[in-house]
């Protein structure tokens, strides 16, 4: 899986001061899947379209930026330790089963 995105490197006002890097994961509009947990999605990369993605200034680069196909994504409830950037364990992405 490959999330279009795009860096940059900039030199603050401030010419003293160190470069910045700095990037950005792109979205768009939630796919019939993701649509019932939010309404925008990651623009994701199918592995055919990664080379057009990264050449540079390819004009039809822009046409890779839609949801990515009904049926490509398993989407499942997963424990809320996935939201603690402190916590790095694997188990945080297991399903879990929803109290009723």
């Not at 939630?30 to 994701?44: C, Q, T």
């Not at 390819?58 to 409830?77: C, F, M, N, R, T």
Request: proline letters at 10%.
């Amino acid at each position: 899986m490959a999330f279009a995105g795009l860096w940059d490197v900039w030199q603050p006002p401030d010419r003293q001061a160190p470069p910045v890097t700095s990037c950005t994961i792109i979205t768009t509009d939630a796919n019939k899947e993701m649509a019932s947990i939010h309404d925008r999605m990651p623009v994701m990369l199918e592995p055919r379209h990664w080379k057009q993605w990264l050449e540079a200034g390819s004009p039809d680069a822009v046409k890779l930026l839609v949801p990515i196909d009904d049926g490509k994504l398993h989407i499942y409830p997963v424990s809320t330790q996935v939201n603690n950037p402190r916590y790095v364990r694997h188990d945080c992405i297991q399903e879990i089963e929803l109290d009723s």
